[in-house]
């Protein structure tokens, strides 16, 4: 697949994540101490694609400065800045000088695990324009539903269906598309569009070969709130993202230390455990299941860490008690505070010794 590009659209300002995107790119928001966006990367990588194109609006230079040209990441990258969104359609015609041939597009607010090459065969074997890859999910009324035949040709869409509606098709859209360039005519340049509003019932109307790729075992999840953030860590580290080979040089135990971190040795580890890169965390602090914390972090002594996610260069005074938070990085954490399951802080917070939150 080594003549295939990929269009990565990561225009959107991740407004459901807020306060933690206010200064970070949702593509940037870390996920297990590496950027979102890495993830998919990697997969690409791991599909043998190396030629990525990332369509992006809101901070372009952070992402620049991250992942640069690709070479550091052994993939190519080009750069498509909008000056406003114009939405996915918008956001691909704005890349259609990067269509040479058949090319994937995806959502880059998501983490998933699936089979590429599975997905091309069924998109060449229907001589299909655009395929799109569907995950069954329990509970679909939160999505769009998307209803197939029994050849899995697209007939129908459902936007945010009642539980009267669902019916025995579950299928929603996981945000990963294979398109041939001819699909572009349909998209104005320089124009606000969506694939889904605007583009697909066009398609349907225009009886356009047109196929839905069920991903029955297909790992999917879209980190657009808090709560799908914190349920991709436990995942990761669960290890249900099988694709991913993070940490695995010194995973230990249930634990992950990285390079330059200290611990003392009356440190209480309770697995699974990530610890970013140089570190410092001193006696008797307790780090409980599902905790993540970023590089160049303070834990102070008797601190007492449960499913929480700390960002990069956070201190933490001593006798804090944190379950369940997500901290955002350079804050700091006064002493013996209390700070409880769905609290989510921005960068830059300064929380009083003794606060409740």
């Not at 971190?261 to 440190?267: D, F, I």
């Not at 970023?294 to 001593?318: F, K, P, Q, T």
């Amino acid at each position: 697949m080594k003549d295939i590009s990929a269009v990565i659209l990561v225009g959107g300002e991740g407004t459901r994540l807020r306060p933690l995107t206010l200064h970070t790119p949702k593509a940037l928001v870390p996920v297990v101490n590496k950027p979102l966006l890495s993830y998919i990367i990697e997969w690409f990588k791991y599909q043998h694609i190396y030629n990525l194109i990332f369509s992006v609006c809101y901070q372009p230079d952070k992402l620049k400065s991250v992942f640069g040209s690709g070479s550091k990441y052994g993939v190519h990258i080009n750069y498509i800045v909008e000056k406003e969104p114009l939405g996915t359609g918008g956001a691909i015609k704005k890349a259609e000088r990067f269509f040479k041939n058949t090319t994937i597009v995806i959502n880059g607010d998501v983490l998933f695990d699936l089979d590429l090459a599975s997905m091309l065969n069924y998109h060449r074997s229907k001589k299909s324009k655009i395929t799109i890859a569907l995950t069954p999910v329990e509970d679909p009324t939160a999505y769009g539903l998307v209803k197939i035949d029994k050849s899995g040709r697209i007939i129908g869409f459902l936007e945010k269906p009642t539980w009267d509606e669902v019916g025995r098709q579950r299928n929603i859209n996981a945000g990963v598309y294979i398109i041939e360039p001819s699909i572009l005519k349909y998209i104005k340049p320089n124009k606000i569009c969506s694939l889904e509003r605007n583009i697909f019932p066009e398609l349907l109307l225009k009886k356009e070969s047109f196929y839905g790729f069920v991903a029955k075992s297909m790992y999917w999840i879209d980190l657009g709130t808090h709560e799908k953030y914190r349920q991709a860590h436990q995942d990761i580290l669960e290890g249900k993202l099988t694709n991913t080979k993070y940490f695995k040089k010194f995973y230990v135990n249930n634990v992950a230390i990285g390079v330059g971190t200290k611990l003392s040795k009356k440190t209480e580890l309770y697995g699974p455990v990530v610890i970013g890169e140089n570190c410092k965390i001193e006696n008797k602090v307790t780090l409980n299941e599902f905790t993540v914390i970023g590089n160049r972090c303070h834990i102070a002594e008797n601190v007492y860490l449960e499913r929480c996610i700390i960002w990069d260069d956070v201190i933490i005074e001593s006798g804090a008690r944190l379950t369940g938070c997500i901290i955002g990085k350079n804050s700091h954490i006064g002493s013996h505070s209390s700070i409880s399951d769905g609290v989510v802080l921005g960068d830059n917070n300064r929380i009083q010794p003794y606060s409740y939150l």
